[in-house]
């Protein structure tokens, strides 16, 4: 036993020896650690075809045209669209993360009636008796600024018997008011920066936020020649790119530009105008270089300079932002001027009885929104209006959760631009009208119901589904549907007559004049794309870009000269708080010598009480200390001459 | 002291060597073979048909980066480009017949005309491996869990594009150095293109695709290469072996 004994162990340790010489321990090892690193946890990619599948993406104002990449029919990211002329291969820095909020836990997941889940058959019991009792107490807010989705809910309005449609406040709203409300023009203004010799932006932050963004950065890269003038309070991003900044204050836009005006008069330009004489004669008296000063600040030098480069140019634009009559103003200075300045036809309607753009725009939410039954559609009012809007029921649709699907009544889940038909008919400010169009990309994961497929349900409006409405509307313009989906834009190089256009020379004196609120200090309110808009809050990859001159911690951070600073007793990093209209908002300050004297610079986008991580509590919200002063002699409304109280704290 | 020496008389060194053998016999030849198990692809898949009979490439159903890396396998959307069953239609006729969806067997058996009719392939061979695939996942909407012959992790950066100038003659001077790596046959009569160097040899050819050889342990692939090997290779042809190389 003793041998047999011994003898096994002598061959156990030849056999141990002689497995050690094999791969067999060293494969094994190795797969094991290989095993250790498959964890089913371990989130792994997806595998598929890579696509760039071209939309449109509705969260900054203007739209952007899209591609957005995919694998395996799941989108994972978005970049330009090079063969659309509203993008060229370009993005804004919301839509840039548009994958990021589709798949955001911000999102509403199903129709939500009061807090409680609800189907969508009866939310449409609830919003079909409502309907029914309000009788045309109905009223729309859009923050949808060029989709056909505003002719179903105008079509929605007409059924109604109401005219209750209004815009979010916007540059489109103002242009349209200055040229087809008082000049007595059609169709929408728009504006060839590509080819413009000399472009003013006269308040048009048109390089960060104002107009199509995107595609006005494009023209600005591509023309290489020509020279680009910013006037506005703030030395703005735009105007750090610029070859000149003029200080102007946002209420003497209009002034300003009439004081341009002056010495293009002076030059001898005219335009067959029927009010031409009373216009000239109200520039000369009114609006010389001395009055111009005094009341805007802009030294009768510098309007003169800038009036030159205009006059010595074969292309020169003036392209306008803030109130109407700072719009009607540039616009009798481009009619003068007779350069880059379009007039873009209206794309022809799908529903007969929905309104035109321009009958869109008329409504002045500024002035306040009282309904029975309110539908607000992809906007924020609750945010940016907070004092503006009162309804007795409120429905809300959106993709995510905001200020106003909180306070809304009836929330109903809208499906994200990536899984939707959706398009884009002329955003404000483009050279050409131009029409874009999204199909979906991926599909729904939540459970969402396009917005003009709900409407279409509630009325008899002649469409079935919102897909429909988009291939009438797509036949009216006489576009190929296919080569939309494609990506391609259909481009109309089209002019409306404008022959019997007016200066508005009998309104423009008096709304030129500029009009100030009674704080201590000018309130500059700013717009960055990657801080947000009043409709959409910034996106998830967005905040590690916002600079410390807007954001520090949850601190918003407000900017104003060093002569501002000293006399309010304040420095950098100095917490101060701002009063203005009905509204307080706190913030640091920041020293910034790009901000005209007297004046304070603020961020408009931040301080959400509802949202994400990324911004929910970020900051203050301006939206509360702007004030709403009317501009009498254009019948409007604005916020340009805002003013607050700064006091340290 | 007896017993001392007659243990040495009986055993010496013949039993460590008798186990030092046999192991090393097992070892190499019986053990490596019991860390994979055989499983099928969920369907025969003839690539001969459908890069010869159908003119199509790699490309075609293999999809690639932009940086030549490796993105996955057709979806049911490319197939039924060309497997032109509707899904809805399919499943309105199953419905129709009294067939559970799910039970492929008797779907398959019934020979449904809104299947049948829209096959297109010639064999019954073929059509039998076709149909299975309409009735298992194109109609069912299901994407094929296709078996990854070398599947490599996430954390392995692989570029064909910076592969495809490999030439497979030149590579055929390493071949003993190569031994360990490269099938040696794959350098006999090289092919035209370098796929062999790692895939399956003529693997556009094969009518019937072979086992998946699955490792127990791991999970991976027998062909998945392991890191040692990417190593060789590299190491022979003057390349970089940083981790970032291929570990982005």
């Known amino acids: ?649 | 002291m007896e017993e001392r020496k007659a243990s040495k008389r009986c055993g010496g060194a013949l039993p460590f060597i008798i186990g030092f053998l046999a192991a090393c016999v097992i070892g190499w030849a019986v053990i490596p073979g019991l860390f994979f198990e055989n499983v099928e692809q969920p369907f025969r898949f003839s690539h001969s048909i459908h890069v010869e009979g159908q003119d199509m490439d790699c490309e075609s159903c293999h999809y690639f980066r932009d940086d030549g890396s490796y993105a996955g396998f057709p979806t049911n959307e490319a197939c039924a480009e060309c497997h032109a069953v509707d899904p809805e239609e399919a499943m309105e006729a199953i419905a129709e017949a009294g067939i559970d969806p799910k039970d492929f067997d008797a779907i398959m058996k019934a020979e449904i005309g809104a299947i049948e009719d829209n096959l297109a392939s010639e064999s019954d061979e073929d059509k039998q491996a076709e149909r299975e695939y309409v009735v298992k996942y194109l109609i069912q909407g299901e994407e094929v869990p296709w078996l990854n012959y070398q599947y490599q992790p996430d954390n392995v950066y692989f570029s064909h594009k910076a592969h495809e100038a490999l030439n497979i003659e030149e590579m055929a001077e390493m071949k003993d150095e190569l031994s360990s790596v490269v099938d040696p046959s794959v350098f006999d009569e090289p092919a035209e293109q370098n796929c062999n160097l790692c895939h399956l040899k003529d693997i556009d050819k094969n009518d019937t695709p072979p086992p998946f050889q699955r490792n127990i342990l791991s999970g991976y692939s027998k062909m998945t290469m392991k890191m040692w090997k990417c190593e060789r290779c590299h190491a022979l042809k003057g390349q970089p072996n940083a981790c970032y190389t291929c570990h982005k």
């Open chain 1, 1 to 649: 036993m003793s041998v047999a004994r011994r003898a096994f162990i002598q061959m156990s340790v030849g056999a141990t020896v002689g497995i050690l010489f094999t791969p067999t321990v060293w494969t094994a090892l190795d797969d094991v650690s290989i095993w250790t690193q498959n964890w089913p946890w371990i989130p792994t990619l997806k595998y598929g075809e890579v696509k760039g599948v071209p939309t449109v993406s509705k969260m900054c104002e203007s739209g952007c045209a899209v591609k957005v990449r995919t694998v395996a029919g799941e989108a994972f990211g978005t970049e330009g669209n090079v063969e659309n002329p509203l993008s060229g291969g370009g993005i804004c820095p919301l839509c840039a993360n548009g994958v990021q909020v589709k798949n955001s836990p911000t999102r509403i997941k199903s129709p939500m009636l009061n807090g409680k889940e609800i189907s969508w058959d009866e939310a449409r019991d609830v919003v079909s008796e409502k309907l029914a009792a309000a009788g045309s107490k109905v009223a729309v807010i859009s923050g949808d600024q060029s989709g056909t989705v505003n002719e179903v809910f105008s079509a929605l309005l007409a059924d109604k018997g109401s005219d209750a449609f209004y815009s979010m406040p916007c540059d489109m709203q103002a242009a349209d008011k200055a040229w087809t409300g008082l000049m007595g023009g059609s169709g929408q203004i728009g504006y060839d920066l590509e080819n413009a010799d000399m472009v003013l932006l006269a308040g048009a932050d048109a390089l960060e936020s104002w107009g199509p963004t995107v595609a006005n950065m494009k023209a600005f890269a591509a023309n290489e020649s020509g020279k680009f003038v910013f006037a506005g309070p703030m030395q703005t991003k735009t105007a750090s790119v610029t070859s000149k900044w003029v200080p102007v204050p946002a209420e003497g836009m209009a002034a300003f530009t009439l004081g341009i005006c002056y010495y293009v008069l002076q030059a001898g330009k005219s335009v067959p105008a029927a009010d031409f004489d009373q216009f000239k004669a109200m520039v000369m008296s009114g609006y010389t270089p001395a009055k111009v000063e005094a009341a805007t600040g802009v030294k009768a030098d510098t309007l003169a300079e800038v009036a030159k480069m205009l006059l010595a140019a074969s292309n020169p634009v003036v392209v306008p932002g803030g109130s109407v009559g700072a719009n009607a103003a540039a616009f009798a200075l481009n009619l003068l001027l007779g350069g880059g300045m379009k007039v873009l036809p209206e794309f022809g309607k799908a529903i007969e009885t929905a309104m035109s753009r321009s009958d869109m725009l008329k409504q002045d939410i500024l002035q306040g929104v009282n309904a029975d039954l309110l539908f607000v559609y992809s906007a924020n009012p609750v945010y940016a209006l907070p004092e503006q809007v009162k309804a007795g029921f409120t429905v809300a649709f959106d993709f995510v959760n905001t200020e106003t699907t909180a306070a809304a009544d009836l929330v109903l889940p809208i499906p994200h631009p990536y899984e939707r038909f959706d398009d884009l008919a002329s955003p404000y400010g483009v050279a050409a009208a131009t029409y874009s169009l999204g199909a979906p990309v991926s599909k729904a994961t939540l459970n969402v119901m396009s917005a003009a497929d709900f409407v279409l349900g509630l009325a008899d409006l002649g469409f079935e589904t919102f897909e429909e409405v988009l291939e009438a509307k797509v036949a009216a313009i006489g576009a190929d549907m296919d080569e939309l989906k494609e990506g391609a834009a259909y481009v109309l190089e089209e002019t409306p007559d404008v022959s019997g256009v007016t200066l508005a020379a009998n309104v423009l004196g008096k709304a030129a004049v500029p009009v100030k609120g009674t704080g201590a200090l000018g309130l500059a309110p700013y717009t960055l794309l990657n801080v947000g808009t009043a409709n959409q809050a910034t996106t998830p990859n967005a905040p590690c870009t916002i600079s410390n001159n807007q954001l520090v911690g949850d601190h918003m951070v407000v900017m104003m000269a060093s002569v501002t600073a000293k006399k309010l007793g304040v420095s950098v990093g100095s917490k101060v708080k701002l009063s203005g209209g009905n509204g307080e908002c706190t913030a640091l300050v920041q020293v910034f010598e790009g901000v005209l004297p007297g004046v304070v610079a603020a961020p408009l986008g931040m301080g959400h009480s509802v949202g994400d991580e990324f911004s929910k509590g970020k900051g203050d919200n301006v939206y509360k200390i702007l004030t709403v002063s009317s501009e009498a002699a254009t019948g409007t409304s604005t916020w340009a001459g805002s003013t607050v109280n700064v006091a340290k704290i």
